[in-house]
């Protein structure tokens, strides 16, 4: 048994799906000496397409952004012929005979391990290279997490070490029953996807990647964060009788999609979807979503091979609207750094890139990269798909008032320079996304300067608890029940309410029964979330009077530990809405 941090409900029990961060998913058997000559020429034929791939990003970044930003392309072409690396493959697979996806794992943990012993920053940052070229070529050999044959029957639980941006998009839709990862929190990457999903998760289960293989069996409880590899019959028994109540319960919730969304005692919500692409607006619409209220378009350029121009931003924006519930969409621009990273932008590592030139900021270093973003969505606001449609623009990481001011600028440059191409374009309302300390404290003053607002809940508790939410040894601290998190919270949203601004919060928060509990006490009438979990806060809602979310609220107020809200805020949920005890997490 692993104790973990429970980050999405629920109980799943499946086969062990076992992942390093390369995902080739490589045979382990030994080649036969016949195989051998063919594994390299597999491996030669991944490192020309790896280099055609980057001699085609370097046109391409060179005639939209500028020659300065090619560089990282060139540095990791170089790194496809270096001797070095190249001798420690071909050994890999001649003297070893292992298969060219095996051998590349193999190198690319050698490589990892010495650059977590190094102290030099120049190796560091030429190892980080090879660490980017890796996972290039591994897309080659092996494009995409696969069950094959009857494993493909068998409900499976991805067990990782961790979950990174790019990950995600390479598990694509791969059925899977629950996830398990060594790192993380309750706003890391996996948590997201689980709860995207509507599967359980539990993070932090440390070490679990030693104690299982692929194929053993593993229980996930994703309400107290229990991962158990290999159960006795018993436990195995048990857990299976919970997972079928799962799964029935959700079922049952799913019925509601067609109810509007409104407390017990009338007050209509707008319960909306946080979306990385056209099939999650598809998944919005099964679910009951209102709408979309955060669309991180940020995926669209991960996912892309190369730069996607204005044109293709454009027809993306426009079958997104198309896809999405009501057809209202709000758009986010750009939210890169961190950990979400592409070459031609942000590349230099930062010793702390989550405090750094990131999302916002890294889009005013780059203009008119930034600027034709902006352009496709205005084409789109104007397009046949978006001429009836809401649509919204929304600005991640806001800080401060000369921010907003010089965005609204490029707003009007992106208009003027549409009307003299004669391109249809349409204006639509103007959003700041509230992550940043700074701009909560000067809410007042941002508002008359904003149509809507939309809180990030989850930068906007790693900012104020300064702690990051991927790292283990503190992400106990990015608690969004935290009091100090709680009455930030609710001044921003009492600040909009005076204001006469609509506000929504896009954050984890917002699918969280107890958080949405409290958010509805405060006074937050619009709340976005991973579309599985609409079904589950819409049937809270109708259980729920707003006084009895206000005297909640209140109680919760008075309590001075993070704990002492948690357990507070269970119960009321608990005997509020006891049928949906399964769907609550305990720790």
């Known amino acids: 048994m692993r104790k973990g941090i429970g980050v999405s409900p629920g109980v799943a029990v499946g086969r062990a799906y076992c992942v390093e961060e390369v995902f080739v998913n490589p045979q382990h058997t030994e080649l036969a000496e016949h195989d051998v000559l063919s594994e390299w020429r597999k491996f030669e034929q991944a490192c020309d397409e790896t280099s055609a791939e980057l001699r085609a990003l370097q046109h391409k970044v060179t005639r939209q952004i500028g020659r300065d930003q090619t560089a990282i392309f060139q540095t990791q072409e170089s790194v496809l012929r270096d001797p070095a690396f190249i001798t420690k493959v071909r050994d890999e697979i001649f ?8 051998a590349l794992e193999h190198v690319f943990k050698d490589y990892d391990q010495l650059r977590a012993r190094t102290k030099d920053a120049f190796l560091k940052q030429r190892l980080l290279d090879v660490h980017d070229v890796i996972i290039r070529l591994s897309g080659h050999l092996s494009p995409l997490l696969s069950f094959e044959g009857d494993a493909a029957e068998v409900p499976h639980v991805l067990v990782a070490r961790e979950l990174l941006p790019w990950h995600i998009m390479a598990i694509g839709g791969l059925p899977l029953a629950g996830i398990v990862t060594q790192t993380g929190g309750r706003t890391s990457h996996a948590a997201i996807l689980a709860r995207r999903r509507g599967i359980p998760a539990v993070t932090a289960a440390r070490d679990v990647l030693s104690q299982c293989v692929n194929g053993d069996l593993v229980v996930v409880d994703g309400r107290n964060g229990t991962v158990i590899v290999n159960p006795d019959p018993e436990q195995e028994g048990a857990y299976r009788k919970l997972q079928r109540e799962f799964v029935d319960l959700r079922g049952k919730l799913a019925e509601n999609r067609d109810r509007p969304a409104r407390t017990a005692d009338g007050v209509e919500l707008s319960l909306l979807a946080n979306i990385n692409g056209v099939d999650d607006a598809q998944a919005a619409s099964a679910m009951g979503a209102r709408g979309v209220g955060l669309y991180r378009t940020e995926y669209l350029f991960l996912s892309h091979p190369a730069v996607p121009s204005e044109d293709e931003q454009l027809e993306n924006y426009r079958q997104v609207i198309q896809a999405a519930p009501d057809h209202r969409v709000t758009i986010r621009t750009l939210d890169l750094g961190g950990d979400k990273t592409i070459p031609f932008l942000g590349h230099d590592r930062e010793a702390n890139p989550f405090m750094g030139w990131r999302s916002i900021r890294l ?12 352009r496709a969505v205005l084409r789109a606001a104007a397009s046949p798909e978006g001429a009836d449609a809401e649509i919204k623009l929304l600005f991640p990481m806001i800080t401060t008032l000369e921010e907003i001011r010089r965005i609204r600028n490029m707003v009007r440059k992106a208009g003027k320079q549409l009307a003299a191409e004669r391109k249809p374009y349409r204006f639509v309302p103007f959003g700041l996304m509230l992550e940043v300390p700074a701009a909560a404290f000067t809410i007042d003053s941002l508002l008359r300067e904003v149509d809507f607002v939309s809180i ?9 608890m300064a702690a990051d939410r991927d790292n283990p040894k503190v992400s106990h601290l ?9 009455r930030v919270l609710q001044r921003v949203i009492q600040a909009c309410n005076r204001a006469d601004k609509p506000v929504n919060l896009c954050g984890e928060m917002a699918g969280d029964p107890r958080s949405f509990l409290l958010l ?19 049937n809270l809602a109708a259980q729920v009077t707003l006084e009895q979310a206000t005297e909640c609220l209140r109680d919760v107020l008075a309590q001075r530990t993070t704990e002492q809200v948690r357990k507070l805020a269970g119960r009321r949920v608990t005997e509020l809405a006891p049928n949906l005890e399964l769907l609550d997490s305990t720790n």
């Open 478 to 486: 990015c608690e969004p029940l935290s009091p100090a998190v709680l």
């Open 95 to 102: 003297k070893r005979r292992r298969t060219a996806p095996l």
């Open 520 to 538: 509805l006490g405060m006074g937050l009438r619009n709340f976005s979330m991973s579309p599985a979990l609409i079904p589950t806060i819409k």
């Open 363 to 374: 889009s005013f270093e780059h203009p008119e990269f930034f600027l034709e973003q902006i």
């Open 456 to 464: 990030g809940s989850n930068d906007l508790v790693q900012y104020l």
